[in-house]
């Protein structure tokens, strides 16, 4: 691919934007952000929050543990980190730097503050104001679409900044309906190395530190340690299978720290912590362990990396589609790429994995995503199995597409459009208790 092309710039600005760091799940830290924006323009405590969310960003929020509040979980606690130790100049490392004495105003907050929480009726799936009160004044902050999206500040009633919000759209982000998975591999083969070392680097380093933290410490279900245990006789193995194993385990664990309140900090992909842990640690570890120079690891990390975008844009931020079945297909397209694999190995292994474990539901962030992780690999490379011994699924068995970019369009289509009902019930279903 032409470095000055068109494609190419666009292509890296995905990453750009992509690529970035989080500290804690994403929706909970988006939270935390948005009430963190709204404190900085009330301008001291207030005295009241209501919080209005859409119901995806509720399920994101309902069971894991937001970071430096010693332990606590839901909407409340995010926000009310945000507010008092917040610092919105950070982003999604919004409350990356609570002090002890802020932990402990935060459990006050909590305690003497009346903070409601209701849901939006906008429509949209990834939406979330943050009104705070006190003193006479107020403060409004909205955020929607996409995580750091803040598309309206006012202050007792007059807007400060405003823009259009557009129907499940990434507003200003870079327009991605030119990818396909040929250009992608294109990019990934061709692209100058300087452009990417900082990104992937940097992705390489948040990445395997809190996988290797989640192996070595007790996190959630512990599902990188149950791997690791339960098939000893594999992980002791010096072959494939035992590297297999491992990319699936430091994965789950990275996860499973993760949703249980790690401090350390992710590169998200899409959005999504997880999503970026599996896209990347898998490929990282099968590098290694299969001595890949550096330049071949790096450039299966931008291939797997926009690979998951890809899958994941016509699909939206949030779904009852879990975004690590795209994650984990795109880590194992990496490691065909690894392996030596062209376009063919890379396509088939795409449409295998993802005709084996689409629909696989997004209840939330919570410990059995490390769980999920684990499961999306695991289809993934059996989809890649699939194709070294000559097999692969057809066009019309089932949802299959003739074609990669068919299939994609077609699994978009299901997580976007087919699931909403199932989202709904999915909502019912948790609140219920």
Do not use: W
């Not at 804690?24 to 001291?44: D, H, K, N, S």
């Not at 970071?67 to 999604?92: C, H, Q, S, Y």
């Not at 249980?260 to 590098?287: D, H, K």
């Not at 299901?414 to 019912?428: A, F, P, S, V």
């Amino acid at each position: 691919m032409e470095k000055n092309s068109k494609e190419y710039r666009d292509y890296l600005k995905i990453l750009e934007e992509e690529l970035i760091p989080a500290m804690g799940c994403t929706e909970p830290i988006a939270v935390a952000y948005c009430a963190a924006v709204a404190r900085e323009t009330l301008g001291f405590l207030p005295e009241k929050v209501e919080i209005f969310a859409s119901g995806n960003i509720i399920k994101n929020v309902k069971s894991v543990v937001v970071p430096n509040t010693d332990g606590m979980r839901g909407i409340a606690a995010a926000a009310a980190a945000g507010i008092v130790a917040g610092d919105p100049a950070k982003e999604l490392q919004v409350i990356s730097s609570v002090t002890a004495e802020q932990k402990a105003v935060v459990h006050s907050f909590l305690e003497n503050t009346p903070i409601t929480i209701d849901t939006t009726d906008s429509g949209l799936v990834f939406d979330l104001v943050v009104v705070l009160s006190g003193k006479g004044h107020t403060s409004k902050v909205r955020i929607a679409n996409y995580h750091t999206n803040v598309v309206l500040i006012e202050k007792d009633g007059t807007v400060l900044q405003e823009q259009e919000v557009r129907e499940e759209t990434d507003g200003e982000l870079t327009d991605r309906t030119f990818m396909k998975a040929e250009t992608i591999l294109d990019f990934a083969d061709t692209v100058d190395l300087t452009d990417v070392m900082p990104l992937i680097q940097r992705q390489v380093e948040y990445n395997m530190a809190i996988a290797e933290e989640g192996v070595r410490e007790n996190y959630g279900a512990n599902i990188g340690s149950v791997l690791l245990t339960s098939y000893q006789d594999v992980a002791s193995l010096e072959n494939e299978n035992s590297i297999l194993l491992k990319c699936r385990a430091y994965a789950a664990a990275g996860s499973d720290a993760r949703m249980s309140g790690c401090e350390l900090p992710v590169i998200i992909n899409s959005g999504s912590g997880n999503q970026g842990i599996t896209a990347s640690v898998p490929v990282v570890i099968y590098a290694r362990e299969t001595g890949a120079s550096e330049e071949r690891m790096i450039r299966a990390l931008v291939l797997s990396n926009l690979l998951a975008i890809y899958q994941k844009t016509p699909i939206g931020r949030l779904s009852a589609y879990c975004g690590v079945i795209n994650a984990g297909t795109a880590a194992v397209c990496g490691i065909a790429y690894l392996k030596g694999g062209g376009f063919k190995e890379i396509a088939h292994t795409l449409v295998n994995s993802l005709a084996i474990s689409s629909g696989v539901i997004c209840d939330g962030a919570k410990a059995s995503c490390a769980g999920k992780i684990a499961l999306a690999l695991d289809n993934a490379i059996l989809g890649l199995k699939m194709y070294e011994n000559g097999q692969q699924f057809y066009g019309g068995d089932g949802i299959v597409k003739k074609g990669v970019d068919n299939m994609v369009s077609g699994v978009g289509r299901l997580g976007r459009e087919g699931m909403r009902g199932t989202d709904e019930e999915i909502l019912k279903i948790m609140l219920a208790d």
